[in-house]
């Protein structure tokens, strides 16, 4: 990572002026069929739980940035390349001032020919099947652990609680949960 930074500094023509940031990014899908985790139950007792299979689900987009825990979500009905260039458009246009260096997946849409990554925005692309290198699936965890055994009537209503606990999801716990070593190690 040291040596990532140090080299953009020194090649880029013209950095941004407020320097880099550095964002984690990734995707998941949440929907209506129940998250099912582990429940505590009395020795001998089998746990029981309400499970609803309805497939209906949309995806949430989100970069955090483990340095200081800033994040960025948008919401979309599918995935692909089209949504993927919002997103990164979206996510250019709120952190103008900054070379904004954003770790991903390989996922196919990713490498889209039609891409047009904005200016100030570079990738950079984790190993293939390597999801545990990236701090975000560490976020979607905790959110799914949040909705589980929860049963939703629609989609507009599953949306509405993600949406309020991402509006509570402070900085400090963003920090705390992505801010691993070998991405935070560049700073001592």
Sequence with gaps: ????????????????????????QDETRIGLKTIERKKITARGVKPIG???????????YGAVAPQTGE???LEFSHLD??????????LAAEYPEHLN??????????????????DNILLLFQPPYSP??????????????????ELYDNLDEIKEKVRTFLEEFSSE????????????????
């Excluded at 990532?4 to 984690?24: D, F, I, M, R």
């Excluded at 309400?50 to 949430?60: D, G, I, R, S, T």
């Excluded at 991903?104 to 849409?109: E, Y």
């Design 1 to 24: 990572m040291l040596k990532l930074v140090l080299w953009l500094e020194s090649t880029t023509p013209n950095p941004a002026k407020n320097g880099l940031k550095y964002w984690c």
């Design 50 to 60: 309400l499970v609803q299979w309805n497939f209906k689900a949309y995806y949430l």
């Design 71 to 73: 994040s960025f979500w």
């Design 81 to 90: 390349g089209q949504c993927f260039q919002i997103f990164l458009d979206n």
């Design 101 to 118: 260096v954003v770790q991903l997946d390989n996922g196919k849409f990713h490498h889209s020919s039609q891409l047009k990554i904005p």
């Design 132 to 149: 545990e290198l990236n701090p975000n699936e560490r976020v979607w965890q905790y959110i799914k652990q949040e909705l589980s055994w």
């Design 173 to 188: 716990t963003i920090a705390s949960i992505t801010g691993w070593d070998y991405i935070l190690f560049y700073r001592h």
